[in-house]
């Protein structure tokens, strides 16, 4: 079992930034490909962003490009969203999600097999 724990969420003014991380509960966290998930209301839960075992490769949904930044620090076991820039479309509960299963920076929801318990950020206009 891998525990997933978010943190830093809250409420920001449009153009602002927020900064999530998300620890895990496991020594092998660098063996995991990473992604941050976000679900606003009514809406289906997307991928916004995904980061290799090694943070060398990562994966935006074009929304976010130029605004988000995934990051790791494998010692620390720990994933992490530099959000900038925020708009109020950004609105959403963002959850990280764990693969152990090797898929190079999947994007499909059933392909990550931990989740976090999700944290809400909301970006007033």
């Known amino acids: 079992q891998v525990q997933l724990v978010e943190s830093g969420g809250g409420l920001v003014q449009a153009g602002g930034s927020l900064r999530l991380s998300c620890a895990a509960s496991?020594?092998?966290?660098?063996?995991?490909?990473m992604g941050w998930f976000r679900q606003a209301p009514g809406k289906e839960r997307e991928l916004v962003a995904a980061?290799?075992?090694?943070?060398?490769?990562?994966y935006y949904v074009d929304s976010v490009k130029g605004r988000f930044t995934i990051s790791r620090d494998n010692a620390k076991n720990t994933v992490y969203l530099q959000m900038n820039s925020l708009k109020a479309d950004d609105t959403a509960v963002y959850s990280c999600?764990?693969?152990?299963?090797?898929?190079?920076?999947?994007?499909?929801?059933?392909?990550?097999?931990?989740w976090g318990q999700g944290t809400q950020v909301t970006v007033s206009s």
């Open positions: 999600a764990a693969d152990t299963g090797g898929v190079w920076l999947p994007t499909r929801q059933d392909q990550y097999e931990y």
């Open positions: 980061i290799s075992r090694g943070g060398v490769d990562t």
């Open positions: 496991r020594r092998t966290f660098s063996t995991y490909t």
